[in-house]
């Protein structure tokens, strides 16, 4: 068998080529030190866990979850927690997506322990960084004649498929390059021939067993040809990649979507073939949107960026996504919202539902809802809420920057902020058109001296300036609005309408008196002032 004759086109740095060594320093120390137990793949030391998304796109909803159940496994089993970029495929990865990828986990609370930017023993952490790594261990595969080099032209596998189509047969390699002598590969090398290579699948059935969906069997080489784990431009597959990979970061437990379940009899073979064990895997059943279609990365409200610019906290989302993939008790239903602590006490793997399950928008206003009350219980936040608070204002009201006509005292905004936790349910909820007068006084007077309005806002100015502060309330006001109205002989709605316009310079929003009792006794009497002055 020939083990490595031919440098890879020179646009790769994946160079194949006798006595290469190429292992990190502290890897060769730590393989093969892993004992196993009765289950096929158990590993007994500690456990290791990984996401390992591509940088193709911004995280969504999906790969959230599938992080945060890594995540979850790993602390409540006192593991570590890795994340790992897989960047194999060049042509797709997105510039930018890897720093947009940490920080949305950072954002999210998910802290990985081992990272492309903190490191860690078993690193690089990014794929396109293993690339010797890789050179060394297909070297393996090939002299143990696990693998074998293929020079099939792409318009040959083009032809297979169409004829394969044409015959009403699903498409696949015949594996016609596994059955080249050594001297017919040689040949081919030696002529400078473009080749890639791919694993000899067996033909009997791998099973496993999934932590979520039991024993699974699965016969691969029956819907499968041989799979390509190094393509022609050096560059390992996904396949591939993965299972070098969590072999020597000795990753314990694999979780991941239920879409890579077929693939794993797969992985299984790759690993008897180079004599190592396997860790255990789970996979997670979809998520899909609230119609029942599946989640696509066009969907702008399924990216975590997108939703942390609505206003989104990092709870809600993450409690919004473990009632679409069960893992808890969910007792409380949308009505309770776990904390991060609770979260990781309380999942279960065998709570894990099996059957793809829906999102609901509207549970995640809710659990968004649920989370600032939570956040407005304890004083400590406030320094935070009222720092968004007026970001947001100064963004919703550019305009008003520089004049000093925005209202943005600390205790009034804390103020706003519980007298809305049980109507809002996002913080920009507070900056929409109709509460804008709580956060600007009007620049536009009415005319309210016509029909003789003006005396009775200068009456009713002074009734107000009288009254008690603890008396001043919703209540309490609109009772004595409509005493003042009946005995000044002025239409109930017509007073409504000149109080609003003064107080909000809008001709719809809330009640008068609620209006009166959120801005405060002192803010109205000002704002009535203003047009009687």
């Given at each position: 068998?020939?083990?490595?004759?031919?440098?890879?086109?020179?646009?790769?740095?994946?160079?194949?080529?006798?006595?290469?060594?190429?292992v990190?320093?502290?890897?060769?120390?730590?393989?093969?030190?892993?004992g196993?137990?009765?289950?096929?793949?158990?590993?007994?030391?500690?456990?290791r866990?990984?996401?390992?998304?591509?940088?193709?796109?911004?995280?969504?909803?999906?790969?959230?979850?599938?992080?945060?159940?890594?995540?979850?496994f790993?602390r409540?089993?006192?593991?570590?927690?890795?994340?790992?970029?897989?960047?194999?495929?060049?042509?797709?990865?997105?510039?930018?997506?890897?720093?947009?990828?940490q920080?949305?986990l950072?954002?999210?609370?998910?802290?990985?322990?081992?990272?492309?930017?903190?490191?860690?023993?078993?690193?690089?952490?990014?794929?396109?960084?293993?690339?010797?790594?890789?050179?060394?261990?297909?070297?393996?595969?090939?002299?143990?004649?696990?693998?074998?080099?293929?020079f099939?032209t792409?318009?040959?596998?083009?032809?297979?498929?169409?004829?394969a189509?044409?015959?009403?047969?699903?498409?696949?390699?015949?594996?016609?390059?596994?059955?080249?002598?050594?001297?017919?590969?040689?040949?081919?090398?030696?002529?400078?021939?473009?080749?890639?290579?791919?694993?000899?699948?067996?033909?009997?059935?791998?099973?496993?067993?999934?932590?979520i969906?039991?024993?699974?069997?699965?016969n691969?080489?029956?819907?499968?040809?041989?799979?390509i784990?190094?393509?022609?431009?050096?560059?390992?597959?996904?396949h591939?990649a993965?299972?070098?990979?969590?072999?020597?970061?000795?990753?314990?437990?694999?979780?991941?979507?239920?879409?890579?379940?077929i693939?794993?009899?797969?992985?299984?073979?790759?690993?008897?073939?180079?004599?190592?064990?396997?860790?255990?895997?789970?996979?997670?059943?979809?998520?899909?949107?609230?119609?029942?279609?599946?989640?696509?990365?066009?969907?702008?409200?399924i990216?975590?960026?997108s939703?942390r610019?609505?206003?989104?906290?990092?709870?809600?989302?993450?409690?919004?996504?473990?009632?679409?993939?069960?893992?808890?008790?969910?007792?409380?239903?949308?009505?309770?919202?776990h904390?991060?602590?609770?979260?990781?006490?309380?999942?279960?793997?065998?709570?894990?539902?099996?059957?793809?399950?829906?999102?609901l928008?509207?549970?995640?206003?809710?659990?968004?809802?649920?989370e600032?009350?939570?956040?407005?219980?304890?004083e400590?936040?406030?320094?935070?809420?009222?720092?968004?608070?007026?970001?947001?204002?100064?963004?919703?009201?550019?305009?008003?920057?520089t004049?000093?006509?925005?209202?943005?005292?600390?205790?009034?905004?804390?103020?706003?902020?519980?007298?809305?936790?049980?109507?809002?349910?996002?913080?920009?909820?507070?900056?929409?058109?109709?509460?804008?007068?709580?956060?600007?006084?009007?620049?536009?007077?009415?005319?309210v001296?016509?029909?003789?309005?003006?005396?009775?806002?200068?009456m009713?100015?002074?009734?107000?300036?009288?009254?008690?502060?603890?008396?001043?309330?919703?209540?309490?006001i609109?009772?004595?609005?409509?005493?003042?109205?009946?005995?000044?002989?002025?239409?109930?709605?017509?007073?409504?309408?000149?109080?609003?316009?003064?107080?909000?310079?809008?001709?719809?929003g809330?009640?008068?008196?609620?209006?009166?009792?959120?801005?405060?006794?002192?803010?109205t009497?000002?704002?009535?002032n203003?047009?009687?002055?």
């Amino acid at each position: 068998m020939i083990i490595l004759i031919r440098i890879f086109p020179k646009e790769s740095t994946f160079e194949l080529g006798k006595g290469m060594t190429g292992v990190p320093c502290g890897l060769k120390q730590r393989r093969e030190r892993r004992g196993t137990d009765a289950r096929f793949g158990a590993r007994k030391d500690q456990v290791r866990v990984r996401f390992a998304p591509s940088p193709t796109g911004s995280l969504h909803l999906g790969g959230l979850r599938t992080a945060l159940y890594n995540y979850l496994f790993a602390r409540a089993n006192n593991g570590t927690f890795i994340l790992r970029i897989e960047d194999t495929d060049q042509t797709r990865c997105i510039p930018g997506a890897i720093e947009k990828i940490q920080n949305d986990l950072l954002w999210s609370g998910i802290i990985s322990d081992e990272d492309p930017i903190r490191g860690g023993p078993t690193g690089p952490y990014i794929q396109s960084k293993r690339l010797e790594i890789y050179k060394e261990q297909i070297l393996k595969l090939l002299s143990n004649q696990s693998a074998y080099y293929c020079f099939c032209t792409e318009s040959r596998l083009q032809l297979l498929r169409r004829e394969a189509l044409k015959s009403r047969q699903v498409p696949k390699y015949d594996n016609r390059c596994r059955h080249l002598s050594n001297d017919e590969v040689k040949e081919k090398l030696d002529k400078g021939c473009s080749y890639c290579i791919r694993f000899k699948l067996s033909s009997v059935s791998e099973y496993f067993d999934d932590m979520i969906y039991g024993k699974i069997v699965h016969n691969v080489a029956q819907t499968e040809g041989d799979p390509i784990i190094i393509k022609t431009d050096g560059y390992p597959t996904y396949h591939f990649a993965n299972v070098v990979d969590d072999h020597l970061m000795e990753i314990s437990h694999v979780f991941r979507g239920i879409e890579w379940q077929i693939s794993t009899p797969k992985h299984i073979m790759m690993y008897k073939a180079f004599n190592w064990t396997p860790p255990i895997y789970g996979h997670l059943p979809l998520i899909l949107n609230y119609n029942g279609t599946k989640l696509s990365k066009r969907q702008n409200d399924i990216h975590i960026e997108s939703l942390r610019k609505d206003g989104l906290f990092p709870l809600a989302i993450l409690n919004y996504v473990i009632h679409a993939g069960g893992g808890f008790d969910n007792k409380g239903g949308a009505e309770y919202i776990h904390s991060y602590e609770e979260l990781i006490k309380q999942f279960n793997v065998s709570k894990i539902k099996t059957n793809s399950n829906k999102l609901l928008p509207e549970k995640l206003l809710q659990f968004n809802k649920l989370e600032i009350s939570k956040l407005l219980e304890n004083e400590k936040n406030n320094k935070f809420l009222i720092e968004r608070i007026k970001t947001l204002v100064m963004e919703a009201f550019p305009d008003r920057k520089t004049d000093g006509s925005l209202y943005l005292d600390e205790h009034h905004i804390i103020k706003i902020m519980k007298w809305a936790q049980k109507r809002m349910y996002k913080l920009s909820d507070l900056v929409c058109p109709e509460l804008a007068f709580l956060w600007i006084v009007p620049t536009a007077p009415l005319d309210v001296t016509q029909s003789g309005y003006l005396d009775i806002l200068k009456m009713l100015n002074m009734k107000l300036i009288e009254i008690d502060v603890q008396n001043y309330n919703k209540v309490w006001i609109n009772n004595y609005l409509k005493e003042f109205a009946n005995e000044h002989r002025i239409p109930y709605p017509m007073l409504m309408k000149i109080l609003r316009g003064i107080l909000s310079g809008l001709k719809d929003g809330p009640p008068v008196s609620e209006m009166m009792e959120i801005l405060g006794k002192d803010s109205t009497l000002l704002r009535i002032n203003r047009y009687i002055s």
